[in-house]
Nanobody, 123 residues
Framework: QVQLVESGGGLVQAGGSLRLSCAAS????????PGWFRQAPGKEREFVAS????????YYADSVKGRFTISRDNAKNTLYLQMNSLKPEDTAVYYC????????????????WGQGTQVTVSS
């Protein structure tokens, strides 16, 4: 069993930055590919970023490339998402996730979800 708990969301002005954290518990977490998704009101949940199990490769949605950075601290069993140059269209609930395979994750391939953290970017 894996539990994922996100933190770090909040309200920020356009152009600002936020850092999301996802604390994972459970030995099985290292067996999965971790990533981030987001869901805006009235829209489907969409892939944001993922990082390979060994951390050697990262993958991003085109909409966040160059602005967001995913990273992991295996010693702390924690996943991060550094978000810079935030835009109003980044406003959404952000979810930490663990699934398969390496690469761009699809929601149907996610085994575990966090509860989500709200990110609101004002213009």
């Amino acid at each position: 069993q894996v539990q994922l708990v996100e933190s770090g969301g909040g309200l920020v002005q356009a152009g600002g930055s936020l850092r999301l954290s996802c604390a994972a518990s459970g030995r099985a977490f290292s067996s999965y590919v971790p990533g981030w998704f987001r869901q805006a009101p009235g829209k489907e949940r969409e892939f944001v970023a993922s990082i390979a199990r060994a951390g050697e490769s990262t993958y991003y949605a085109d909409s966040v490339k160059g602005r967001f950075t995913i990273s992991r601290d295996n010693a702390k069993n924690t996943l991060y998402l550094q978000m810079n140059s935030l835009k109003p269209e980044d406003t959404a609930v952000y979810y930490c996730a663990a699934g398969w395979p390496n690469g761009v994750l699809h929601p149907t391939a996610i085994r575990y979800w966090g509860q989500g953290t709200q990110v609101t970017v004002s213009s």
